[in-house]
């Protein structure tokens, strides 16, 4: 028997979600939304949805699961809905860049009954400089061969979590647990990071008074450079995602002028041998990385700590339960 599961957002994140889900229709039925209805219908052109609503509360309505792969300004009122139009019994996964208040903001407005938890997503490493975007963009594997993070506000119980690991699962992708307040230190060093040198990029860029004739010869580099400030979370709000992360992102904004700094210390007093080690060692350890992702060879994850053994899969019966008795009350 299968249930219904709603992605809310359906651009490259939920539209690669509902194409890798898409593949156990024994088990969900996935349909979505988005504002734009022309995502919506490419995503269902695209076999991401089986349909693409253009009213969200539809969307919810008569769904089980809701994953939230929409701009970080929309969360709120997307969860207001959600409490107001989905039944008892449903579990929402939110893959917003900001785990600590997105769950707070959860637990202020979602009424006792519905769930929620929350992913910090990676990609596949294969996909990792793919410059595509939007609904175009959406890859079966976007998430194969990765990490997802799984965040567990307190109180969220065991069998919520289990089916969010079972998701992850069917992603091909490795779930771990990790905490809020981690998780958004992650977040700021990996993906926020670099949307700020992106941003500084720019900035430092586009109005400088060589750029007239500068733009005409800006190339490869200069593009992927600045690319990351095309994935800020938000759509109107802009600047929202490090603004509530903002304690975590100004003390690696130190930390990023600081190695700034000290490279331009080197060029102005001829340090070229510890410019030389220093850009070496910076290569050694991109490529390092890089070839760990490939590989995923990260330190194994020790289950015997923390939860102990997971309980089994709830695909076989507690979300019917917990849904049909919400629909009887």
């Known amino acids: 028997m299968t249930f219904q599961a709603a992605i809310v957002g359906l651009s490259k994140i939920g539209a690669s979600i509902g194409l890798a889900l898409g593949r156990y229709p024994e088990e969900l039925t996935i349909v979505g939304y988005d504002e734009d209805p022309k995502i919506a219908k490419a995503a269902e052109r695209l076999g991401a949805v089986s349909k693409g609503y253009l009213a969200l509360h539809r969307c919810v309505r008569n769904s089980k699961l809701v994953i939230l792969a929409c701009p970080l300004d929309d969360v709120q009122a997307v969860l207001t809905l959600?409490?107001?139009?989905?039944?008892?019994?449903?579990?929402?996964?939110?893959?917003?860049?900001?785990?600590?208040?997105?769950?707070?903001?959860?637990?202020?407005?979602?009424?006792?009954?519905?769930?929620?938890?929350?992913?910090?997503?990676?990609?596949?490493?294969?996909?990792?400089?793919?410059?595509e975007l939007g609904v175009d963009a959406a890859r079966v594997d976007l998430f194969a061969d990765s990490l997802i993070g799984i965040t567990d506000p307190p109180g969220t119980p065991e069998k919520v979590l289990t089916l969010s690991s079972d998701l992850v699962s069917l992603l091909d992708a490795k779930p771990f647990f990790i905490d809020s307040i981690e998780a958004d230190g992650l977040i700021a060093l990996t993906h926020e990071l670099p949307l700020i040198a992106a941003f500084a990029l720019l900035l430092a860029t586009v109005d400088a008074p060589g750029w007239h004739e500068g733009r005409k010869l800006a190339g490869p580099d200069y593009a992927k450079g600045t690319l990351p400030i095309l994935s800020v979370s938000e759509r109107e709000d802009l600047g929202l995602s490090l603004r509530l992360n903002q304690e975590n992102v100004t003390r690696l904004i130190s930390d990023l002028i600081g190695e700034l700094h000290r490279i331009q210390e080197y060029l102005t007093t001829g340090q070229n041998e510890a410019l030389r080690k220093d850009l070496a060692h910076a290569i050694d350890q991109r490529l390092l990385w890089l070839e760990q992702r490939k590989k995923l060879s990260w330190m194994p994850l020790d289950e015997s700590e923390g939860r102990g053994p997971r309980p089994p899969s709830i695909f076989g019966g507690w979300l019917d339960s917990k849904f049909k008795r919400g629909k009887e009350e």
């Open 82 to 131: 959600i409490a107001e139009e989905a039944p008892r019994g449903t579990v929402v996964i939110d893959t917003s860049p900001n785990k600590t208040q997105v769950a707070a903001w959860a637990q202020e407005i979602l009424p006792e009954g519905q769930y929620f938890t929350g992913w910090t997503l990676s990609q596949n490493p294969d996909h990792l400089h793919g410059p």
